[in-house]
C-alpha cells in the first residue's frame, strides 16, 4: 500500500502557474506508476497525467497536454503536477493516486491508492 500527500494548491489568477506536490510513501515497485486527477464542482473526477515510478514514460490527457507538467523526484519521494497557463475552468480539487501495472492507465478504476486531494481555484 502508497500513502499519498498532496500540497500546493490555493487561489492564483488565470494566466498564473502553481507546482503541486505529492509525498509518497510506502510500498513501490517496478511497475508502480503516480497520476494527477481532479474533479471540478459538481462533476466527475478526470484524468490528467500518469508517470511510470522507475522512469520517465508520460502519458497525459489531451486537455491539460502542452500547460501540465508531470515529474518525480525519487530521492525526495514526491511527484509533481506543474501547472501553467492556468484558467478558471481548472478549478478543481486535485488527486493524486498510484497504481501498479506493466502499462500506463487513465483509468481511475486502476489506481489502487489515493491522496486527500488538495484544492486548486482560478479566479478570472
Known amino acids: 500500500q502508497v500513502q499519498l500527500v498532496e500540497s500546493g494548491g490555493g487561489l492564483v489568477q488565470a494566466g498564473g502557474s502553481l507546482r503541486l506536490s505529492c509525498a509518497v510513501s510506502?510500498?513501490?515497485?517496478?511497475?508502480?506508476?503516480m497520476g494527477w486527477f481532479r474533479q471540478p464542482p459538481g462533476k466527475e473526477r478526470e484524468f490528467l497525467a500518469v508517470i511510470r515510478w522507475n522512469g520517465t514514460t508520460t502519458y497525459y490527457a489531451d486537455s491539460v497536454k502542452g500547460r501540465f507538467t508531470i515529474s518525480r523526484d525519487n530521492f525526495k519521494n514526491t511527484v509533481y503536477l506543474q501547472m501553467n497557463n492556468l484558467k478558471p475552468e481548472d478549478t478543481a480539487v486535485y488527486y493524486c493516486a498510484a497504481g501498479a501495472r506493466t502499462y500506463l492507465t487513465n483509468r481511475e478504476k486502476e489506481y489502487d491508492d489515493w491522496g486527500q486531494g488538495t484544492q486548486v481555484t482560478v479566479s478570472s
Open positions: 510506502g510500498r513501490t515497485g517496478m511497475n508502480s506508476f
